[in-house]
């Protein structure tokens, strides 16, 4: 060999090195689903329907099937409830391992025993969970959830709605993303994606 070609092999081992470094410390990026997938969920504490505070790690031993809402949404939340509560009831005892969860966006309104009602009203196993303003605003956050509060004073003084995305998320026992689901998710859909991960 002489001495260009091993020059040239050198440096290209040289450079497939800094790439594999680069790669692996995440500086070249990773795709933009991975990178936001592995952004979402995280540490919350919260209140539940009893007023008792509750994190993730109350929840440890559960597949998490997470939403966010609020008790008056006219139409996305009820239909998302309905349909996580169709899927549980779809997956029967093989759901035995999933927690559902529904977070408001609401505090200022859907109180501990209200939040708790409501969620009841859709399945016995869904959890209402609520908080303090930072504490909600916290929780979403960490989700990626988007929400702002929108007057409506054609309905009275004071009134709002709130604008807010509407995806489930399913997380895994030890609190990482598995997948989400849309609000045109069907209950079979849902249960179906969430069989996919359970052992
Ligand atoms: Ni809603």
Redesign the pocket.
Known sequence: MNRAIVWGLAGAALIAFLLTLAGERGMLGDPPEAQQAADIGGAFTLLDSEGRSVTEADFSDSYLLVS???TS??????T?LQTIGQAMDLLGDDGNPVQPIFIT?DPARDTPAVVGAYTQAFHPKLIGLTGSAEQVAAAAGAYRVYYAEVPTPETGDGDYT?D?S?FVYLMSPDGAYLTHFSHASTPEDMAAGVRDFLG
């Open positions: 966010f809402g609020f949404c006219p139409d996305v939340c009820p998302a966006l709130i807010h509407a």
